[in-house]
């Protein structure tokens, strides 16, 4: 990583000071130093997070939450937080009542503000514009993501003990959600390629 970059992540406070070495002008940065960049990196690249969604998590880092719950609350407000500033769909406010119905059918407690709830309006409505999709085809989608999501909960701890927790918390869900985005896409192309077999094309 390019010396101004980390010189910049300083500045803005994504990362912690150096600790001045002793009749030096030099600052020691140690591994909590190198562990908080490679987080970055891997919010920004690989989570495909703003770094004002990386600075909200990092904040929440630093103050040292104790509850996983709450740590994952911040870190969904975050990774939709970009969403909710976006040239808003054709449709999408209609779309935000049937997104509401949706919700309340299923039975989940989510914040009426909820930036997901914001970002699957837009989608619902751009669905709906461009490829008559209706509410009703989401279901099957709604089932996955509990399933997934509880199995996640049920391997996360209840509570954060220390820093190297949290950041492994971060991660975990951070990643997982593109992990999921990348299975999605190899399928498509392991069907596509199936399909090509059985009509005798050559992958």
């Known amino acids: 990583m390019p010396i101004p970059t980390i010189k910049f992540y300083l500045r803005e ?61 911040v870190i969904n407000d975050a990774m939709t937080a970009g969403d ?13 009542a049937r997104v509401d119905a949706l919700v309340d059918d299923l039975g989940w407690r989510v914040d009426p503000d909820s930036p ?3 970002t699957l309006a837009q989608v619902l409505a751009a ?3 461009h490829a008559g999709v209706e ?9 996955m993501a509990m399933s997934l999501t509880t199995m996640e909960a049920a391997g996360l701890p209840p509570r954060i003990e220390s820093e190297a927790d949290a950041v492994a918390v971060v991660a975990q869900l ?10 999605r896409r190899l399928a498509r192309e392991h069907l596509g390629q199936a399909g090509g ?7």
């Open 135 to 143: 509410v009703s085809a989401l279901m099957p989608y709604a089932a």
């Open 84 to 96: 909710t500033g976006a040239t808003e769909v054709v449709g999408s406010r209609q779309a935000a």
């Open 174 to 183: 951070v990643l997982l959600d593109a992990a999921l985005l990348a299975l």
């Open 13 to 73: 406070g994504l990362l912690p000071p150096g600790r001045s070495v002793r009749e030096s002008r030099q600052l020691h940065y140690d591994e909590r130093h190198l562990s908080r960049l490679a987080l970055i990196r891997t919010l920004t690249v690989l989570g495909g997070m703003s770094l004002a969604s990386v600075r909200t998590v990092v904040r929440a880092l630093d103050d040292g939450g104790t509850r996983t719950a709450d740590l994952s609350a």
């Open 116 to 118: 997901g709830r914001h």
């Open 197 to 203: 077999a059985e009509r005798g094309e050559r992958p």
């Open 127 to 129: 669905l709906e514009q």
